[in-house]
């Protein structure tokens, strides 16, 4: 049977279970009630004493995300951009303006764009375009085909040393260009290791290899130097397929090239794109691989602005052809982010 309440001093109520206070004779007074709190309100007396002493209190800016207070002044957002704006237009921008500016006004004088037409009705323009459009392309092809090879090969066979294989490959993408264009003529220069050999093997007295000198020669350079460029993204392609789906193709009987074909190729092919279009970009602009082959008959535009710039003192010529690489390049540049955004590159 629950226990009733205790009532020990006149208007206090004791709950079951509680001690009652200590019970006095004096006669319970009831006192003023205190007036009832507004709803969400609380007591703090302490501290709406420290808000009279210092002054209204002060509400977060909401203009500034709530961490500016009354007092403090906030820097705008934009003004934080200036100075790598100004940086930007000083080094980058400034000087592309002044290239700009020199191809629209000829030393000799004459409209806006006779340098314009100038160059582009000159064969050497036209020549040395057509040289740089297939040596990039050719490239692009070359090391495509390369790269995907070689990365099937790290990726998928097992082999000892693989992993630092793989390794090396990113240190190679530092390498400066010329670097391995010294090297091939070490090989297969006039004086290389290839002729040599074959001098020594036949009593000749000149060997057969003097390729690098010809755009054969510029070609085998660039597919060497830029190949990695395209394995690197493939390796990483790789490294997130699903190895179940090679293990269910091979035990339905399927071959290594149908899996290569119908599995693995599909899954590339985003990798594939991304690094052909940077190699297509960098080919369209690589000066050192064609300065050190010495090849004196193969001109592409980097060679064709060295040349009126540097040996015919022709600023203008030099600027127009140095616009068109640079329109070409950006073009192709915007190409390749596409196509990075799109396989998440």
Same mark, same amino acid.
């Given at each position: 049977?629950?226990?009733?309440?205790?009532?020990?001093?006149?208007?206090?109520?004791?709950?079951?279970?509680?001690?009652?206070?200590?019970?006095?004779?004096?006669?319970?007074?009831?006192?003023?009630?205190?007036?009832?709190?507004?709803?969400?309100?609380?007591?703090?007396?302490?501290?709406?004493?420290?808000?009279?002493?210092?002054?209204?209190?002060?509400?977060?800016?909401?203009?500034?995300?709530?961490?500016?207070?009354?007092?403090?002044?906030?820097?705008?957002?934009?003004?934080?951009?200036?100075?790598?704006?100004?940086?930007?237009?000083?080094?980058?921008?400034?000087?592309?303006?002044?290239?700009?500016?020199?191809?629209?006004?000829?030393?000799?004088?004459?409209?806006?764009?006779?340098?314009?037409?100038?160059?582009?009705?000159?064969?050497?323009?036209?020549?040395?375009?057509?040289?740089?459009?297939? %040596?990039?392309?050719? &490239?692009?092809? #070359?090391? $495509? /085909? +390369?790269?995907?090879? =070689?990365?099937?090969?790290?990726?998928?066979?097992?082999?000892?040393?693989?992993?630092?294989?793989?390794?090396?490959?990113?240190?190679?993408?530092?390498?400066?260009?010329?670097?391995?264009?010294?090297?091939?003529?070490?090989?297969?220069?006039?004086?290389?290791?290839?002729?040599?050999?074959?001098?020594?093997?036949?009593?000749?007295?000149?060997?057969?290899?003097?390729?690098?000198?010809?755009?054969?020669?510029?070609?085998?350079?660039?597919?060497?130097?830029?190949?990695?460029?395209?394995?690197?993204?493939?390796?990483?392609?790789?490294?997130?397929?699903?190895?179940?789906?090679?293990?269910?193709?091979?035990?339905?009987?399927?071959?290594?090239?149908?899996?290569?074909?119908?599995?693995?190729?599909?899954?590339? %092919?985003?990798?594939? &794109?991304?690094? #052909?279009? $940077? /190699? +297509?970009?960098?080919? =369209?602009?690589?000066?050192?691989?064609?300065?050190?082959?010495?090849?004196?008959?193969?001109?592409?535009?980097?060679?064709?602005?060295?040349?009126?710039?540097?040996?015919?003192?022709?600023?203008?010529?030099?600027?127009?052809?140095?616009?068109?690489?640079?329109?070409?390049?950006?073009?192709?540049?915007?190409?390749?982010?596409?196509?990075?955004?799109?396989?998440?590159?």
């Amino acid at each position: 049977m629950a226990e009733a309440p205790r009532l020990d001093v006149p208007g206090a109520v004791t709950a079951p279970g509680t001690s009652a206070p200590p019970h006095t004779d004096a006669p319970f007074t009831p006192g003023p009630r205190p007036p009832a709190a507004a709803p969400g309100a609380t007591d703090r007396p302490a501290a709406r004493g420290a808000d009279a002493a210092t002054g209204p209190a002060t509400t977060p800016d909401r203009a500034s995300g709530g961490r500016a207070r009354a007092g403090v002044r906030v820097v705008p957002a934009w003004l934080w951009g200036v100075p790598p704006v100004v940086v930007l237009a000083l080094v980058f921008l400034y000087p592309l303006a002044l290239v700009v500016q020199q191809s629209l006004t000829p030393e000799n004088g004459g409209g806006a764009f006779d340098a314009y037409a100038s160059v582009f009705a000159s064969h050497g323009f036209r020549e040395a375009l057509g040289t740089t459009v297939w %040596l990039a392309v050719g &490239a692009t092809v #070359g090391c $495509l /085909v +390369l790269g995907f090879a =070689l990365a099937l090969v790290i990726a998928f066979v097992p082999f000892p040393g693989a992993k630092g294989v793989a390794k090396f490959i990113d240190v190679f993408l530092s390498f400066p260009s010329f670097l391995i264009t010294l090297a091939l003529l070490f090989i297969y220069g006039t004086v290389g290791m290839a002729n040599g050999v074959w001098s020594d093997l036949t009593g000749a007295a000149d060997g057969p290899f003097h390729f690098l000198a010809t755009p054969w020669g510029v070609l085998l350079a660039e597919i060497t130097y830029f190949t990695p460029f395209v394995m690197r993204p493939l390796l990483a392609a790789f490294s997130q397929l699903d190895t179940a789906q090679l293990e269910v193709a091979s035990s339905l009987g399927a071959r290594p090239a149908r899996i290569v074909r119908r599995v693995i190729l599909p899954e590339a %092919l985003p990798a594939l &794109a991304a690094g #052909g279009s $940077l /190699v +297509l970009v960098m080919c =369209l602009n690589e000066f050192g691989i064609v300065l050190f082959t010495g090849a004196k008959d193969v001109t592409t535009l980097p060679m064709l602005v060295y040349g009126k710039a540097i040996l015919e003192s022709d600023y203008s010529a030099a600027c127009v052809v140095a616009v068109v690489n640079i329109a070409i390049s950006v073009g192709l540049f915007g190409l390749y982010r596409v196509v990075s955004k799109r396989a998440g590159a």
